[in-house]
Structure formats: C-alpha cells, structure tokens
C-alpha cells in the first residue's frame, strides 16, 4: 500500500467518537491529500489529540452505516499497516519510552511500532543500517547510545523522529512538534522537518501553535469543540477574525517569511 489511486492518504467521513461520556466528534468529516501538507490548529479540548488516537487506532467511532475512514484508499486497513505508512510523533509516545532506552533503540521500535524494544525483537544488517543512517540524516550520531532519560526534550524529540521515518512512510503526522523546544532546537527541529517536506512527505500537523506552522503548509483546518469552524487555504483562514473566534479571544496575527505569530489584541 503506498498511495491511493485518487492520491488520498486519508478519508474521514461521519465520524462520531466519544471519549468517555464526552462526544468529542458529532459527523466529523476530513480528508488529507498527498502532497497538501496540513495543519490542523485548535485550542485546548478542540479533539486534536483524539484525532491522534484515531489514527494510532486508540479510539473508534461510532458504528454507522454512513461512517467510513479509509486509509491509503483502504476501507480494511489494520493499525500496523498504518503504523508503516503514517509516520506519527506524538507527546503521548515521548511520554510512554522508558529512560534507559537508547537513541539507537528509540529509532529501531519503529520497525515494529513498539514501544522500546524486547529481547525477542531481531534486527537485521539492513535495519540497522537504516536506523543508522537516519540518526545520522537527523545530525543525531551524538544520541545513539545516549539513554532517552538523559536526553533534551529536543534530542527526545529528533530520535522519535527517526522512529517515525524507518520505512520511510509518505506521510507524517506532526503533534505539536516544537512545544517544550528552545528557540534553537524549534528551528532546527522545523528545518528537518522542512527537508522532509520538500522531499515528498506529505506532513499532517496538530497543534495549537500557530508559530510552528511551517510555509510549506498552504492549508489549514480550524477546529474547535470537536467542530471544524474553517477548512481551507492558510492565508484566508488566519485572519484576525477567525483566530480570536477559534481562541475566544481578540487576536492579532504578524507575518514573516511565510511564518505566523499571533500576539494579544485586536
Ligand atoms: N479519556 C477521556 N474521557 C472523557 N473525556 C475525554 C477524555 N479525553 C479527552 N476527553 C475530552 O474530549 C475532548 C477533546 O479532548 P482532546 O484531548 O482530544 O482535545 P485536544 O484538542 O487534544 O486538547 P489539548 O490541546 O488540551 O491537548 C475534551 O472535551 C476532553 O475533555
């Protein structure tokens, strides 16, 4: 499974989903085109994270004859397909790796989408090879032997990358990808980022920053309360209207290089 015929690597169609007793998504519909590279931008409680969920196969909507997601053009797809093709960097992950795990292992549990890796996990000459060659593509040598626990949040954050990029998927998804970064790790990380976008992957960001949105990225989404209040090119949806309606308060977006800043204040 590489792309669909129709180039949609995603496909959600009257997705209900709740978390608990929250209905976080009433008919959500939303589809992620090859080479579109998105973002996806909401406030806190939006549903961004059960978004995330829903690809990693975490959540589940709701049964419904009008529901479908289709990955890759797929309808029947399992989460380990999607795991190789969606190459995902959450918080929920750098959250979940134990501290004495290696940049080298953090990189190799992506050939089996796990968590760390086992003893009963083997790893061929190419796979090591490969995870080799992406710390080094990542300037990220300096971390294979480094445990997790005693990395920056930034070097944390390089070697999920490299996680992610094992079997080189065509797409990645992006959870707000700079958050916990000094202004040196962001750039760097966004650079890297950057490359891989101009290289053919097609990246779906999440977040609620808006400074972390990279030029590449022409549309965005607007999602707030589970709803998507705009869908469309990013230089007419961020406005000053619709970032102080999605954030419920006055907002005033700056410019730079194809960059966005919000400050306070209409
Ligand atoms: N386990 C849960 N049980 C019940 N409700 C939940 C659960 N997890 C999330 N929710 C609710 O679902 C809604 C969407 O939450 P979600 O975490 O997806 O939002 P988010 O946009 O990722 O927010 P944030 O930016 O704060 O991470 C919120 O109203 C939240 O309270």
Not at 21 to 47: K, M, Q
Not at 115 to 138: C, W
Request: net charge negative.
């Amino acid at each position: 499974m590489s792309f669909a015929d129709d180039g949609i690597i995603l496909d959600i169609r009257n997705a209900t989903v709740y978390r608990g007793d929250t209905c976080v998504f009433d008919d959500l519909s939303f589809s992620l085109e090859e080479d579109h590279h998105t973002a996806i931008l909401g406030p806190n409680g939006a549903g961004k994270s059960t978004i995330l969920k829903l690809l990693a196969g975490e959540v589940h909507p709701v049964a419904d004859d009008r529901m479908s997601i289709r990955v890759f053009g797929e309808a029947q797809w399992s989460v380990w397909d999607v795991r190789k093709r969606l190459g995902m960097v959450s918080h929920d992950l750098q959250h979940r790796y134990l501290d004495e795990v290696t940049g080298m292992k953090v990189v190799l549990s992506g050939f089996y989408a796990s968590i760390g890796i086992y003893e009963r996990q083997d790893f061929n000459y190419g796979q090591l090879a490969r995870a080799d060659e992406i710390l080094a593509d990542l300037g990220a040598q300096g971390l294979r032997d480094k445990p997790f626990g005693q990395m920056s949040t930034g070097e944390q954050r390089r070697c999920l990358l490299g996680r992610a990029l094992v079997h080189d998927p065509p797409a990645l998804v992006l959870d707000e990808p700079t958050s916990g970064l000094d202004l040196t790790a962001t750039f760097h990380y966004l650079d890297l980022i950057r490359q891989h976008m101009q290289h053919g992957k097609t990246v779906l960001l999440v977040t609620h920053h808006i400074h972390e949105i990279p030029p590449e990225i022409k549309r965005v989404v607007l999602l707030k309360r589970g709803k998507i209040l705009q869908d469309g090119e990013k230089r007419d949806v961020l406005t000053n209207a619709n970032l102080s309606e999605l954030f419920d308060c006055p907002v005033t977006l700056a410019q730079a290089n194809g960059w966005y800043q919000a400050f306070p204040g209409r």
